[in-house]
């Protein structure tokens, strides 16, 4: 039997990483060996990874020695920042260097950067339609990724520059899911207005990854978008009706509403929204879902991703 090919893969505890590590794991006569790169490999995700035949090592996105020594003899790579956990787009510019140095130093055959679009290109810092953040960012999660593709291109990293989509398990982990008003009555508020939004299950942003390894050399140098469905707010409330069993109303919250929201990211998020809203046509096809479908046949709908989760789905 022919020796199997590592990949990779950072953040494998986290959503996209841990879903690519499962993924390796559950083709046990799939090609690739998985090696899960985590700063705590004393943490239980980690362990329960190590039980399931990943191997995972101890490495650190701001340090490019431990980065280098963990790429060491992988044939791919899947790299991934979280901005979530610092809020830092010149944090996550700086990891993405070390993660591009890291994979050229080490000889990688195939890197996947995901990453997202750098709203700068379709609304300039000059332009007034919605708000600078932070001096330099229009959507600052966005377009430090986007930014960041330049960083694997200059180095000539044979990458294939993975655009992810709104995880439908932020109605889970992120505070969005429906919100029961006094009456009683169930409302789904986001700020997507009448137009659709690219979603996906997080899992399958693993899956599709896997997909994206197991063809090989033909999408290295390309950029590809993977979405399970493109769906408006308001046919994600009749979904979230049908499988909750209970009438949901869609409310449109207006972008400038949600950015004086208050939270951490809100106006980051009203910003996203927004983005995608007066986009939406470019981010949606960008976002092919029958090309998805061929990395991952497994591919989620959103009615069958309610059906597994929806007891998980906290009524606020």
Not at 116 to 136: K, Y
Not at 219 to 230: D, N, P, R, W, Y
Request: glycine fraction near 12%; hydrophobic fraction near 45%.
């Amino acid at each position: 039997m022919a020796e199997k090919k590592i990949i990779a893969v950072t953040g494998a505890t986290g959503a996209q990483g841990g879903g690519l590590v499962r993924a390796i794991l559950n083709d046990p006569h799939g090609a690739f060996a998985a090696r899960a790169i985590t700063r705590k490999p004393d943490s239980q995700a980690a362990r329960e990874l190590a039980k399931r035949g990943a191997e995972v090592v101890k490495a650190d996105l701001d340090d490019e020695t431990s980065m280098g020594k963990a790429f060491a003899g992988a044939q791919g790579a899947f790299c991934v920042t979280n901005f979530w956990e610092h809020f830092s787009p010149e944090k996550e510019l700086s990891q993405a260097a070390t993660l591009a140095s890291a994979a050229k130093a080490a000889g990688v055959a195939h890197v996947i950067w995901s990453t997202l679009e750098d709203s700068r290109r379709w609304v300039p810092l000059t332009d007034d339609r919605m708000p600078t953040l932070m001096g330099s960012y229009k959507v600052p999660h966005f377009d430090a990724k986007g930014q960041a593709d330049g960083f694997f291109t200059e180095l000539g990293v044979p990458t294939t520059f993975l655009l992810t989509s709104f995880y439908w398990d932020n109605l889970i982990h992120f505070g969005m899911g429906p919100r029961q008003g006094d009456d009683g009555a169930l409302t789904f508020a986001l700020p997507t207005g009448d137009r659709k939004l690219p979603g996906i299950a997080a899992e399958d942003i693993g899956k599709c990854a896997y997909g994206i390894f197991a063809r090989g050399a033909d999408l290295i140098g390309k950029t590809v978008g993977i979405a399970g469905e493109h769906l408006t707010g308001a046919e994600m409330s009749a979904s979230l009706a049908r499988a909750l069993g209970r009438e949901v109303r869609f409310v449109a919250v207006p972008h400038a509403v949600y950015r004086g929201l208050g939270f951490p990211g809100a106006e980051d998020l009203g910003n996203m929204f927004q983005f995608n809203h007066d986009f939406a046509g470019d981010f949606c096809a960008a976002r092919d879902i029958a090309f998805s479908r061929s990395l991952n046949p497994a591919l989620q709908t959103f009615d069958g991703w309610l059906a597994a989760n929806k007891d998980r789905i906290p009524i606020q």
